[in-house]
C-alpha cells in the first residue's frame, strides 16, 4: 500500500486567514481524496483530485472555499480559505495505490481556528 | 441512498472479552467493505476490507469480519480484546477503484482491564 506523508500536523490559524495542507505520496496514484473530520464526527468526503484536471467537490463544498491543486501523481494541496471557526476539523487525504489495496490515509491536520 | 450505520456510538468491554462491532450498509452496486481503527490523535489505519470471495476476512490485529449480503452487515469481531484496541472504529463502503467512500459514524471502543 502507499505511504503518504500529510503536513502540516496541526495549525492554530486566526479567523479570516488561510491555510494550506500537502500530501505526498510515495508512489503514482490516480486519484487523490480530501476529507474533513469534524470533533467528534466521522469522515466527509470534501473532493477528489486528479492530475490534469479540476478537482470534484461534494455536495456542500465549494472550490472557492477549499480549492485543491493536483499538480503531479504523487502530491496535492488542499488549503481552507477565510477560515472560521466552524472549520475547526481534522482534514485527512487518502488514495488507493492499486485497486483492492485499500485505502490509505494521511496522518491528517488537526486545525483550530480562533 | 448509500449509507452505512454503526449503531452502537460506544461500546465497553473487558479485556480479554470477545467482540463484536456491528455494522449495516445500503448499496446499489456490488460493495467493497472496509474497516478501519483510528485512535486518539492519528489517521485511519486500515483493519481488513472484503473485495469478493471468501466472506468470511481476516485482518491485521487479530480483528476479522463477516460480510452478510442477505442481512447487509460486515460486522467486525475479535476473539478477545487487548487495552490497546481502545479506539475509534470506522466502517465504510465503497464501489469501482474510482468511488468514493462512504463512512459510518463509528463506535468509540473503551477496553477496562
Known amino acids: 500500500s502507499a505511504v503518504i506523508s500529510q503536513k502540516p500536523s496541526r495549525d492554530i490559524c486566526q479567523r479570516g486567514t488561510s491555510l494550506t495542507i500537502q500530501c505526498q505520496v510515495d508512489?503514482?496514484?490516480?486519484?487523490m481524496f480530501w476529507y474533513r473530520q469534524q470533533p467528534g464526527q466521522s469522515l466527509t468526503l470534501i473532493a477528489t483530485?486528479?492530475?490534469?484536471?479540476?478537482?470534484?467537490?461534494e455536495s456542500g463544498f465549494v472550490i472557492d472555499k477549499f480549492p485543491i491543486s493536483r499538480p503531479n501523481l504523487t502530491f496535492s494541496t488542499l488549503t481552507v480559505s477565510n477560515m472560521s471557526p466552524e472549520d475547526s476539523s481534522i482534514y485527512l487525504c487518502?488514495?488507493?495505490?492499486?485497486f483492492g489495496d485499500g485505502y490509505t490515509f494521511g496522518s491528517g491536520t488537526r486545525l483550530t481556528v480562533v | 441512498a448509500q449509507s452505512v450505520t454503526q449503531p452502537d456510538i460506544h461500546i465497553t468491554v473487558s479485556e480479554g472479552a470477545s467482540l463484536e462491532l456491528r455494522c449495516n450498509y445500503s448499496?446499489?452496486?456490488?460493495?467493497?467493505l472496509f474497516w478501519y481503527v483510528q485512535s486518539p490523535g492519528q489517521g485511519l489505519q486500515l483493519l481488513l476490507k472484503?473485495?469478493?470471495?471468501?466472506?468470511l476476512v481476516q485482518g491485521i490485529k487479530g480483528f476479522e469480519a463477516e460480510f452478510k449480503r442477505s442481512q447487509s452487515s460486515f460486522n467486525l469481531r475479535k476473539p478477545s480484546v487487548h487495552w490497546s484496541d481502545a479506539a475509534e472504529y470506522f466502517c465504510?463502503?465503497?464501489?469501482?477503484?474510482?468511488?468514493?467512500?462512504?463512512f459510518g459514524t463509528g463506535t468509540r471502543l473503551q477496553v477496562f482491564p
Open positions: 487518502s488514495v488507493e495505490k492499486d
Open positions: 508512489s503514482q496514484v490516480t486519484m
Open positions: 483530485a486528479n492530475q490534469g484536471s479540476e478537482a470534484t467537490y
Open positions: 448499496y446499489g452496486a456490488t460493495p467493497y
Open positions: 472484503y473485495f469478493s470471495g471468501d466472506t
Open positions: 465504510a463502503v465503497g464501489g469501482a477503484s474510482t468511488d468514493k467512500l462512504i
